[in-house]
């Protein structure tokens, strides 16, 4: 697994919604980005900032926040904590 350097997290999206609250079904190319997560990795911070975030943390962060990497055949955001709204 990744380990992130100074304030950066790794974060594995939440699943897109499949269907709206009506149980109209959302293909593929209309589905919106994901805007929140579960922290996998975090890094060891800058020494002024201590890091807040934590493994198992579920966050918001912004829609173009990060950026996409594929580690073992699976999807996730590496970003700065700074880019991270808040913990859920």
Do not use: F, H, N, W
């Not at 959302?26 to 934590?54: F, S």
């Amino acid at each position: 697994m990744l380990k992130p350097l100074a304030d950066r997290v790794l974060i594995e999206a939440a699943p897109a919604e499949t269907k709206t609250a009506s149980g109209i079904i959302i293909p593929d190319t209309a589905k919106e980005k994901p805007l929140q997560g579960k922290v996998i990795a975090v890094g060891p911070g800058k020494v002024d900032e201590p890091m807040t975030v934590k493994i198992g943390d579920s966050v918001l962060y912004g829609q173009y926040s990060g950026t996409e990497i594929k580690l073992e055949g699976k999807d996730y955001l590496i970003m700065r904590e700074s880019d991270v709204y808040g913990i859920l």
